[in-house]
């Protein structure tokens, strides 16, 4: 009988202390701009900078079959070609567009995986860089800014991030 009258009583004062220490342990709220915080490190940008010169050798020889391609056009527009002429150069013609069409779809693939795989490093490396970040700060959940509503400049930490990064992954010279 006497635990019967006292359990409720316990539970009551129970409930008023897990509602208590609830309400002290507040959570730290961090807000990233993560796209933001990738494309400003300094290895993002340098790969921006770098990526076309990677590519200029390909970039130059497409442009070269162009010009060529628009000479062999205005050659058969003229009319000076007798058939024999004219028939060598639109095989030559249709010959280098599939060139040209090869080139192309050669360096619009090779230049699709290397932006993908430079964004997925970077993209790994800085969650690892925002999680030590979050666990140095004290930040219990990290939302994207484009998740939220209203955040006060205060809880984000995209400039930290970006620092972080530059730090854990400096540029080699």
Known sequence: MFRLF??????????????????????????????????????????????????????????????????????????KLNPSQQADLEASGVMKQRQAERINQDLQDVVNNDRTAIL????????????????????????????AFYFKDAVEITADATAAYDKAYPLKP
């Not at 494309?39 to 990526?51: P, S």
């Open 6 to 79: 006292h359990a409720p009583a316990l539970a009551v004062c129970a409930a008023g202390f897990l509602l208590a220490s609830t309400a002290a342990a507040q959570t730290k709220v961090g807000v990233i701009n993560l796209e933001k915080a990738m494309l400003d490190t300094a290895e993002l940008k340098k790969a921006v900078q770098d990526l076309p010169l990677k590519y200029k050798p390909q970039q130059d020889q497409l442009e070269k079959l162009q010009k060529e391609m628009a000479d062999i056009q205005s050659q058969l527009q003229s009319g």
């Open 120 to 147: 997925q490093r970077a993209q790994t490396r800085m969650y690892e860089v925002a999680k030590k970040l979050c666990e140095e700060k004290g930040i219990d959940v990290l939302v994207s800014s484009a998740a």
